[in-house]
């Protein structure tokens, strides 16, 4: 479920613990308890695989200073995952349009 977009995350956290913190190996305590936290919640989104953008979405499943702080990985890593893995960078962006203009869709279309 959604493993796309968990190995676009997982690819984030580690470009922004490589160059913030500088371990020596893997990810530092602080990104690996972010990145276990992010995947628990990409797990149990009740949208599965049709999930929208968590920015666009209702429903948040993350806790404020979680939230905070995986913005600040995605605006850090976001430019930069174009040039170290472009083909997920741009699979990753065709399907969030396509899964925004979807749940835009559902949005607008009366409930019976």
Do not use: W
């Not at 305590?29 to 009740?46: G, I, Q, V």
């Not at 949208?47 to 929208?52: C, M, R, S, V």
């Not at 702080?69 to 349009?97: C, L, Q």
């Amino acid at each position: 479920m959604n493993e796309g977009e968990k190995r676009v995350v997982q690819k984030m956290i580690a470009i922004y613990c490589r160059e913030n913190h500088k371990p020596a190996s893997g990810l530092c305590d602080e990104c690996s308890a972010l990145n276990n936290y992010a995947m628990k919640r990409l797990e149990n989104c009740p949208f599965g695989e049709n999930k929208p953008t968590c920015g666009s979405c209702h429903i948040h499943c993350y806790k404020s200073d979680m939230r905070l702080k995986v913005r600040e990985v995605m605006r850090f890593a976001g430019p930069r995952m174009m040039f170290r893995h472009p083909i997920d960078t741009i699979r990753h962006f065709y399907k969030e349009n396509r899964r925004d203009r979807l749940y835009a869709a559902m949005q607008k279309s009366p409930r019976r």
